[in-house]
C-alpha cells in the first residue's frame, strides 16, 4: 500500500519568506509526527499529533513554526520568516496509534538561502 | 538527549554477518530498545524492537543482555544495500505518552564487496 508521502521533496526559499511543507501519511493512520534533520545528526522530534490536536507540540523551536492537521489525516507544517539555521530535511511520520510502529516519509529537503 | 552509545562507523564483508552494538545502561525497566536504519536520502526505517527477550524478524535479530544494559542488532547475510546509519533508541513504548523518538547520531555501516 502507499506510504507516507511529503511534498515538495525540495524547497529553495529565501530568508524572511514563508514555507509550508505537506504530509501525507499512512490512511487511516491517527498518529503523525514532524521531525527535522540536519546534516550529519539523527532526526529531532517537533510535533506530535492524535487525531486533529496537536499532543505534544515541546520540540517546536520557536514560535516561527507551526503545525496543522484539521481533518486528522494530511498536515502541513509552517515556517514563518525562514532562517538560514532552518536548513534541514523536514521528516513526517505516522502510527497507527501512539504505541504503533512509526512510518516515515522521504521527507522535504529545505534549504533557506 | 540519547540515552544511547553507539560506535559511529563499522564496516561489514558482504554476506558476512553485522553486529551492530549498542550501549544504553541507564535504560528504565518500562523502556524498549528500537532499532531503525537510514538509507542515504530516505527516511528512517523501523527494523525490530524488544523489551527484554531476544526477538527475530525477517529483517534482523535483537540481541538484549540479561541486565539490559546492551543489546547488538544482527543483519545475518549483510548485503550492499544494508549501508545505512542505524539507529538504536531507548524509549517508553513508541515514545510513551509523548509519542516521540529520540534519535542519537547512529553507526554509519558499510557493506563492502
Known amino acids: 500500500g502507499a506510504g507516507v508521502s511529503q511534498t515538495p521533496s525540495n524547497k529553495v526559499t529565501e530568508k524572511g519568506k514563508y514555507v509550508e511543507l505537506r504530509c501525507d501519511p499512512i490512511s487511516g493512520h491517527t498518529a503523525l509526527y514532524w521531525y527535522r534533520q540536519s546534516l550529519g545528526q539523527g532526526p529531532e522530534f517537533l510535533i506530535y499529533f492524535q487525531g486533529t490536536g496537536a499532543a505534544d507540540d515541546s520540540g517546536l523551536p520557536n514560535d516561527r513554526f507551526f503545525a496543522v492537521r484539521p481533518e486528522g489525516s494530511v498536515s502541513t507544517l509552517k515556517i514563518q520568516r525562514t532562517e538560514r539555521g532552518d536548513s534541514a530535511v523536514y521528516l513526517c511520520?505516522?502510527?497507527?496509534?501512539?504505541?504503533?510502529?512509526?512510518?516515515f516519509g522521504p521527507g522535504t529537503r529545505l534549504t533557506v538561502l | 538527549d540519547a540515552k544511547t552509545t553507539q560506535p559511529t562507523s563499522m564496516d561489514c564483508a558482504e554476506g558476512r554477518a553485522a553486529n551492530l552494538p549498542c550501549n544504553h545502561s541507564t535504560i528504565s525497566g518500562n523502556e524498549y530498545v528500537y532499532w531503525y536504519r537510514q538509507i542515504h536520502s530516505q527516511g528512517p526505517q523501523y527494523i525490530i524492537h524488544?523489551?527484554?527477550n531476544n526477538e527475530t524478524n525477517e529483517m534482523a535479530s535483537l540481541i538484549i543482555t540479561e541486565d539490559r544494559k546492551s543489546s547488538t542488532l544482527i543483519l545475518p547475510h549483510a548485503t550492499l544495500r544494508d549501508t545505512a546509519v542505524y539507529y538504536c533508541i531507548v524509549s517508553p513504548p513508541y515514545g510513551g505518552s509523548q509519542g516521540n523518538l529520540i534519535f542519537g547520531k547512529g553507526t554509519k555501516l558499510s557493506v563492502k564487496p
Open positions: 511520520a505516522s502510527s497507527g496509534g501512539p504505541q504503533d510502529t512509526q512510518y
Open positions: 524488544g523489551l527484554k
